[in-house]
């Protein structure tokens, strides 16, 4: 492809409003171009690496057994309400009528429409298993979106659903797509890992997510550092052996605590760690109160919380809520003295508490020498707190460690949640009719792209993997008006390209620096300079993640570049 006719808008400055780098060199190279808020167009560069990305994706999706088709984008709400998660699903589902006033939503996953279909022509034990897979655009309306293409309201995902007889066939089906997104992620060069997560709206269980590892990811992994454990932060459970101090309780006191309202606050007014506190959260459930305890050096895990009430709809209360069932002001809240109707439950810490301080429910004032069940009563102790750098690891191997990750893949095995809903079942071998056991495999395709550059760039640009480059050699006549170089650079262009090789070819009419700054910000794998030496029969050879430099002689030069590439 010849750059002079190619569509490759760079940008000299990062944009302001591009926080990340992958959002600024995406930018910057040319790959997109925002049309509206968390929506964007792909630039033919961002094109080309999204299609390597797909050929990919759909070559070990092929190998893995599963089957391609093509579901519509936008869908009849009526399957939502079969699934029973039109209201669930919250305002990020995009909505629509038509001209008949039906209801219809866009697409943001696809499990009511896939169910639909294998229910309508899959009757029989002897059609299952079946893994049917799309690449395909969806669409979120996220609150904020951020980040490009990280966080946007449309973007490109492979969504593949299995269809089983029973749990052992899903375990086979599960782990065949477990094994082909990992060596999907390996073939991109990610440095990734697979991690115990929370299946969300989707539903369902045993549940892994593939993150990428980079300081931006919004997501915390939580890994041992002797083992192979690996969570997300959220779902990680707590196994700490706890221990109660032999201190005799002291008897209860309320103290006036003026403008004393944070953890921070408390331990410079009482002169106490943290770990002598307890910290009180109101939520609700379904819209009735629920108070959640957790030590003071605690923070509440809210996927816990929910998954306590598993058909709960449960929301941290407003200020104004706080008032309404408590009469009081966040900041003072505590677990002595609740009306009857309040809900009290508690992480297994704060069961070991001695002497603690709290909140008196009270504008102003604490407790202080608070002992649980002799002082307030708890309904449930379980682990319902943020696993901490440090505690032990669950798997009883090592201590827990921190790493930002950016989920680029998801596995879930859904169980019978969509088939029993929608009434897809099949004929046993006794003639019996059974619900169908199904699983969910999501990859962001366009996601991907951009942990693929977060991980693959320096201070010039771009450091594109040979897996997904757009092309993979950046030819460049240095000097268009020598006639020497543009008659070499012209030459290897037919040659290269006869030798099956993507090339983009520099012929602008620009200055030497503006090219290689250029090549550089783009970022493919190996750089061909046809500069002074061109008459000699000699061209510069650059490779651009190791910035290794060689003069080759053009009789030598097909031979340096297959070496070259067989080490990227």
């Not at 449930?380 to 505690?391: C, M």
């Not at 012929?507 to 290689?516: D, L, N, Q």
Request: glycine residues 8%; aromatic residues 8%; hydrophobic residues 40%.
């Amino acid at each position: 492809m010849k750059q002079s006719s190619y569509f490759i808008p760079t940008m000299r400055e990062v944009p302001a409003d591009a926080e990340i780098a992958s959002h600024q060199l995406m930018l910057r190279a040319g790959m997109i171009r925002q049309t509206a808020s968390g929506i964007y167009s792909y630039l033919p560069l961002g094109k080309r690496v999204l299609k390597k990305v797909e050929e990919i994706i759909r070559e070990e999706m092929d190998a893995s057994g599963a089957i391609e088709v093509l579901m519509p984008a936008i869908q009849p709400a009526e399957l939502w309400e079969e699934s029973g998660r039109l209201g669930d699903y919250g305002p990020e589902l995009m909505r629509l009528k038509d001209r008949h006033e039906r209801d219809f939503v866009l697409g943001a996953t696809h499990e009511e429409v896939i169910t639909s279909l294998v229910r309508d022509d899959v009757k029989s034990y002897k059609k299952l298993p079946i893994n049917l897979y799309q690449i395909q655009t969806k669409y979120r309306d996220e609150r904020r979106p951020r980040f490009g293409v990280l966080r946007s309201r449309e973007f490109i995902m492979k969504d593949a659903y299995s269809f089983d007889t029973s749990k052992e066939g899903l375990d086979v089906s599960y782990q065949k797509m477990y094994d082909a997104y990992t060596r999907i992620f390996k073939r991109f060069g990610l440095d990734f890992r697979a991690v115990e997560a929370d299946s969300g709206a989707i539903g369902g269980t045993d549940t892994h997510e593939f993150m990428v590892l980079t300081e931006v990811g919004e997501d915390t992994i939580a890994y041992s550092d002797q083992s192979e454990f690996a969570a997300n932060i959220e779902i990680a459970p707590v196994h700490v052996n706890y221990t109660k101090s032999d201190e005799t309780e002291e008897a209860l006191e309320k103290v006036e605590t003026p403008n004393v309202k944070t953890i921070e606050d408390l331990e410079n007014f009482f002169k106490q760690s943290s770990d002598r506190m307890i910290k009180a959260i109101l939520y609700t459930v379904n819209e009735e109160p629920l108070l959640v305890l957790v030590r003071g050096d605690h923070e509440v895990n809210e996927i816990k919380v929910k998954n306590l009430f598993d058909k709960g709809v449960v929301e941290l209360a407003s200020p104004e809520q706080a008032k309404q069932f408590l009469n009081c002001e966040t900041g003072y809240i505590g677990p002595i003295g609740l009306p009857s109707d309040i809900k009290v439950v508690a992480d297994v810490a704060v069961q070991y508490v001695v002497n603690a301080i709290c909140g008196a429910n009270e504008l102003g004032f604490h407790f202080q020498n608070v002992n649980p069940e002799r002082d307030f009563t708890v309904s449930t102790f379980t682990d319902l707190r943020l696993i901490q750098e440090g505690d032990p690891s669950p798997d009883g191997k090592g201590t827990i460690r921190f790493a930002k990750g950016i989920e680029v893949g998801h596995v879930f095995k859904l169980g019978t949640k969509y088939s029993e809903a929608l009434g897809a079942n099949y004929l046993d071998d006794q003639g019996k009719t059974q619900p169908m056991i199904m699983g969910c495999y999501g990859i962001g395709v366009s996601r991907t792209v951009a942990a693929i550059v977060e991980q693959s760039n320096d201070e010039n640009g771009l450091l594109w993997p040979k897996s997904v480059s757009p092309f993979d050699i950046h030819l460049i006549a240095i000097n268009v008006k020598d006639e020497a170089q543009l008659k070499l650079a012209d030459k290897l262009y037919d040659e290269l390209r006869a030798n099956r090789l993507d090339v983009l070819y520099d012929e602008r009419p620009e200055r030497a620096g503006v090219k290689f700054k250029d090549a550089d910000l783009i970022g493919l794998p190996i750089r061909i300079g046809v500069g002074k030496k061109a008459a000699e029969g000699i061209v510069e050879v650059k490779v651009r993640k190791t910035g290794e430099m060689l003069e080759v002689s053009v009789a030598e030069l097909n031979e340096t570049i297959q070496t070259l590439i067989s080490k990227l």
